[in-house]
């Protein structure tokens, strides 16, 4: 189930965050598996979306979207480059090969492009040294009409890190040479432990959907809704003896006799093989754990004495079973959890 409300609500939140900076709503990876037009719909009030690549900027702007679009992380030509501000799109510059492109772009292509700076993340990004070797042709190179710069944090997660203040002061450091429309350092994490460097625009992504970016902060201490529920329903309830095993293998075996619970709900839905056995579901408003291997259709609960019958609804991850503590137990983080759920799971859209 997605709650549309939610992922409004989360905007507002962001806001208030960094109230003086614009929002690029980061609604990749189909909007971190809510739909990323219905992500794009809730987002409405947001400044720019962000998205992977050019098959996402047709997605949206099909679905008539006409609000700017930063393309992250993709790689084109020349004859895209050319479309590209008519059509409102951004891309981010974070390599050499696209580089040597803006040259031949032509004179009237009028491009508003990111460089994006790599000051520590170690993946997509100019050094500092190609940078400050480049951006002044940048500036003067007919057929661009506005440079911004973005960089990336990779510990923004963890504030105490040091690294993160490196990173924003190497940045600022950079930028402050050089007249860029806007710069942007900011995702989720780094929006609410830095808001004070929020420049022109942060990049929430996840927080958008209801889900804390930060280790031991709930999401709900931040104010956020969880936007998706994933839900299914016991389909079997028996009674077992102790020392019963339970699934593939018999990795988990019934200390004492209890009535055990199987869901309608596998890793081929989405939820995550590595959960292991105490992974908590809530099943009637009480949390029960999860028991044996996790197979690709079926899992299994203790329900010990609960009143629980088949056809009862089970929550595997929503606003009352927070997705981070399931992703905490199962060795993962909600990010990949969000993004896994599979094609044959029902959407239901409230
Ligand atoms: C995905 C992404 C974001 C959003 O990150 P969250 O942690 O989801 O907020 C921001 N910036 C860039 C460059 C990204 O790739």
């Known amino acids: 189930m997605i709650d549309t409300a939610a992922i409004t609500h989360n905007l507002e939140r962001v806001r208030t965050f960094a109230p003086r900076a614009k929002v690029m709503a980061v609604i990749k990876a189909d909007g971190y598996g809510h739909s990323m037009t219905l992500a794009a719909n809730a987002l409405s009030s947001a400044d720019e979306f962000a998205v992977t690549g050019l098959d996402d900027v047709r997605k949206l702007r099909a679905h008539g979207v006409q609000k700017p679009i930063t393309m992250l992380s993709s790689r084109f030509d020349v004859s895209d480059l050319n479309g590209m501000s008519a059509n409102a799109v951004r891309p981010v510059i974070y ?7 803006l040259f031949d772009v032509d004179d009237a292509a009028a491009l508003d492009i990111w460089l994006k700076i790599d000051t520590g993340m170690g993946r997509l990004g100019l050094t500092l040294d190609d940078a400050h070797s480049l951006t002044n042709r940048l500036l003067r190179q007919r ?3 506005s440079i911004s710069a973005m960089t990336h944090l990779a510990n923004a997660d963890n504030p105490q890190h040091p690294n993160n203040q490196t990173q924003i002061d190497q940045f600022l450091t950079f930028a402050s040479s050089y007249s860029f429309r806007e710069l942007s350092i900011l995702n989720s994490a780094g929006t609410l432990a830095y808001a004070e460097h929020a420049q022109q625009y942060v990049r929430p992504g996840v927080m958008l959907y209801g889900v804390s970016p930060q280790h031991g902060v709930t999401a709900e201490r931040l104010g956020l809704k969880a936007a998706m529920t994933f839900k299914s329903e016991l389909i079997s309830v028996k009674r077992l003896p102790a020392g019963s095993p339970i699934g593939y293998g018999g990795a988990y075996t019934l200390d004492t006799g209890s009535r055990i619970g199987v869901i309608a709900c596998g890793y081929a839905d989405g939820y995550p093989r590595h959960a292991p ?10 949390f029960v754990p999860i028991i044996g291997r996790v197979s690709m259709d079926l899992m299994t609960v203790d329900l010990g004495e609960m009143r629980a019958a088949v056809g009862d ?24 959890l969000l993004c896994s759920i599979t094609e044959r799971v029902e959407r239901v859209v409230i």
């Open 95 to 101: 390599d050499h090969e696209q580089l040597d492109l």
């Open 143 to 145: 057929g661009i009409n």
């Open 277 to 286: 056995s105490g992974t908590l579901v809530l099943v009637n408003d009480v």
């Open 313 to 336: 609804e089970v929550i595997l991850w929503g606003s009352q079973n927070p997705i981070e503590e399931v992703a905490k137990s199962a060795g993962t983080i909600a990010y990949e």
